[in-house]
């Protein structure tokens, strides 16, 4: 095994209490750092390679996401469908237009990575004009997720302008003769900058595709609404309207503030843009059709509510067109030629609803099956919408709806897999928590399972984003090999609403950990598995909730799976990152903050002596959205408490935060996890070899 991490402390005192952090130096990532990272993770690939099963896992995992044909991004403009598609046995996602001329890849991911040494790349975004004539595509390398953008001509597949660097944050509208481009760019910043400057006085620039990109939004730029550093402009048109809209976003933060300003004069930077919306408003989303303005806001109205007022007017004459209710959420507004149509759930599962152009009647349309729409696309110059509707067992697929006979039709792209949804159960269950809440648990298990299981329990629970009936690879991977396979929808996710995100934030955050903790103790008390065999996954700020659970309760679960954990929360604001992140877990800056950072924060509460369950941390060396050290502080934290179980650090050299990866690098990550569940599981064949 390698040596253990060098232990150098620093201790600063905030608000009165010493905090001691024995790792700060590895926030540099110096070469030191990175040599210490790669030789654990070489020793976590030679433990995981003495698992005799893994090669054939491996093969199994690989084959089984290869029979599926992923499908994502539809959209459609000028008579030519654009989308993204992992095809059949693909390694990666390509962009495919298809229109009267056939179907064809626009851009060929596979062919990149082979000009470039097999290096893997990914397309990040892509926004296809309203005349289909062109589409904008953002690629980045390596997982890095900093995309450079470029403008493809959609007929023949020529690359027609850029590249533009620093475009990560992507494209936002087309004006409506196609002719000019609005995109986000980014600072370009000095060699000696901090690394928290990285996201700070961005831009929303227009582009003509012949000139240099023109920036007509932003912090400093002296014209144009006022904004912060660390806001986020973008400039949104809808095809018709008379008014284009500036939207500010606030980092990670759900509420925008938005200013109007009529579409014809939008060319010239010192138009006047007058104030629509502030983030008091509590509007998370806007629509247009034509003058009607379609707002989705959370403001005295916990579950959302939709609002509709004309362009040009106040807020205050809006009316509600939708009214929030107890029993569902909504989630989404797509407006079309026809009606307005509405994304609402309830618990995981999708409702839509039709509200008809010129009236405020609110139809029901009934879905081709139970579960959840991940994405909508509708055009306000074309009736109907197409919705991508998948299950927790039934893969996702594109339906196209038609109000003329109120019916979906299936547009048959994507492949099915290899997976009989009949071959298993799901069971939408209720655990208690400490506080007599009762927290939804989503179970999937293989049919006939009995006695107690290896279970894997998933939790998220941070920006009211919500885990819901989604078909997952992953998750359909692990069942496949005979694991029970749980999510636990904990506070902080938005799957109740808003009350549920705010129940699981600030000094609330505590509920999220302990949400989970109750899901876990729920199924042992269920008979579904014990302590020996349950085990909890989650990554990113999911890392918070990893990391929480298995400090407060390390004798409840045989093992964690932590992907790319937010870990040393304290000090997550000093990364490029940071900074954005601000609006959701708070500053240390502040008594307050501090307070709740600390709270939620792992390497704190990890305790010497301590018999911590088996952990696997993994992260990607190109990690944009939560800095390798993090996880390298995890990892390093854990195996100085003492604990015997082993702690192992996976790295990949090529990846990021998981966005961008390639189905090799997931494949590979995914039968990784599942191996050291069994093994940790106590199954006699799945021992490491060479412990």
Known sequence: M???????????????????DDYRYMEALDPATIDWMKAQGAYTRSVLDGIKPLAKLKAEVANFSASFGLVQGYARFGGRAFYEERAPGSDNFDLIVSDGAGTRKLVDVAALRA??????YAINYFLASPDGGKVAVGISEGGSEDAVLSVYDAAGGNVIAGPVDRAQFGATSWSDDSKILYFIRLKQLEATAPPTDKYKYATADAWDLKSEPVALLGAGLGHGPELLPAEFPAIAISVGAPIATALSINGVQNELAMWTAPVANLSDPNVAWSKFISRDDAVTAADMRGSDIFLLSHRDAPTFKVLSVSAGRPLSSAKELVPARPDRVIEGIHAASDALYVRARHGAYSQLLRIPAGTTNVEAVALPFEGHIDEAFSDPRVAGVTIKLSSWVVPSGLYAYRPADKSFSDLKIGAHGDISSSD???????????????VPLSLVQPKGATGAQ???????????ISELADFSVRRAAAVRQGITYGVCHVRGGGELGEAWRLGGKDANKHNTWGDLIACGEYVIARGVTTKDKLFIIGGSAGGITMGRSLTERPDLFAGVIDLVPAGNTLRSEFSPNGPPNIPEFGTVTTAGGFKNLYEMDTIRHVKKGTQYPAVLVATGLNDPRVSPWEPAQVAAALQASGTAKPVLLRIDEEAGHGVGSTKTQTDALTADWIAFVFWRAGTPEWQPQNL
């Open 115 to 120: 000009a470039n040494g097999g290096k893997p």
């Open 424 to 438: 298993y159960r799901v069971s939408d269950l209720n655990a208690k928590a400490q506080d007599g809440v009762m």
């Open 454 to 464: 290896i279970t894997i329990l998933e939790a998220y629970g941070s920006y009211g």
């Open 2 to 20: 390698p040596p253990a991490a060098p232990v150098k402390p620093v201790t600063e005192t905030l608000w009165g209490q010493k905090v001691t």
